[in-house]
């Protein structure tokens, strides 16, 4: 079992850029497609973008895509999501999640996908 941990949310006004990142331990991080998710109050859990094991493919939630990017690290074990002009609309707890490589990028849009998850970071974007 894979253990991740989230690192890098804050509090930024709209318009503003973070970078998130995602630490592994327990087991390489090649050895998954990595996928960070998002869950505002009251809504369930959103996908946002996820990576192939080598980073030679991504895969984005429509809400993020054009300001989002993932990409890693395996040297690193780490995963990265880089948000630019953030909207007040994108505040949430953000995870990072790691699912065994069964299926095709695209799968990874599903929650069920992925076997390990970090426990979140807030990222708040204030009007």
């Known amino acids: 079992q894979v253990q991740l941990v989230e690192s890098g949310g804050g509090l930024v006004q709209a318009g503003d850029s973070l970078r998130l990142s995602c630490a592994a331990s327990?087991?390489?991080?090649?050895?998954?497609?990595m996928g960070w998710f998002r869950q505002a109050p009251g809504k369930e859990r959103e996908f946002v973008a996820a990576?192939?094991?080598?980073?030679?493919?991504?895969y984005y939630g429509d809400s993020v895509k054009g300001r989002f990017t993932i990409s890693r690290d395996n040297a690193k074990n780490t995963v990265y999501l880089q948000m630019n002009s953030l909207k007040p609309e994108d505040t949430a707890v953000y995870y990072c999640?790691?699912?065994?490589?069964?299926?095709?990028?695209?799968?990874?849009?599903?929650?069920?996908?992925?076997?390990?998850w970090g426990q979140g970071t807030q990222v708040t974007v204030s009007a």
């Open positions: 999640a790691a699912g065994n490589s069964y299926y095709s990028l695209s799968y990874y849009y599903r929650a069920a996908a992925f076997g390990s």
């Open positions: 327990g087991r390489p991080l090649s050895t998954y497609i």
């Open positions: 990576i192939s094991r080598t980073g030679g493919d991504t």
